[in-house]
């Protein structure tokens, strides 16, 4: 997807092969980015909203910023990835393998 590769090369400047496996450097993408995150809404604060959806409480948070009402006030984000099923599946190699995305191939972006 041109978008997303437009982004990730923005966020994460300069990519090379050695940096992307640099745990400093990636760090300190996250935090450049998330400052410029925090720079962009200054004054604006009630626009942005900063949670943790592992946290209890966070996906009634989301909600109310969304204006969404009529939820479960218990209702939590759901967890995918559990026992590490998509890493797993990833790391499985075979020329018959499926894609798991939605059509079994990269799918285009949908407007």
């Known amino acids: 997807n041109p978008l997303l590769k437009r982004c990730y090369n923005e966020i994460f400047t300069p990519l090379t092969l050695d940096n992307i496996a640099d745990d400093d450097f990636l760090l300190a993408c996250y935090r450049r980015h998330y400052q410029g995150a925090l720079d962009y809404f200054n004054g604006r604060e009630r626009d942005l909203l900063i949670i943790d959806v592992a946290h209890p409480g966070s996906f009634q948070r989301l ?5 969404v009402t009529h939820i479960e006030p218990s209702q939590n984000f759901q967890h995918i990835n559990i026992g590490g ?3 797993a599946w990833k790391k ?6 499926v894609e798991a995305t939605e059509k ?4 285009s972006v949908k407007r």
């Open 85 to 87: 099923k998509v890493t």
């Open 63 to 67: 909600a109310d910023f969304l204006g």
């Open 104 to 107: 079994g191939k990269i799918d």
């Open 92 to 97: 499985i190699k075979h020329p018959l393998k």
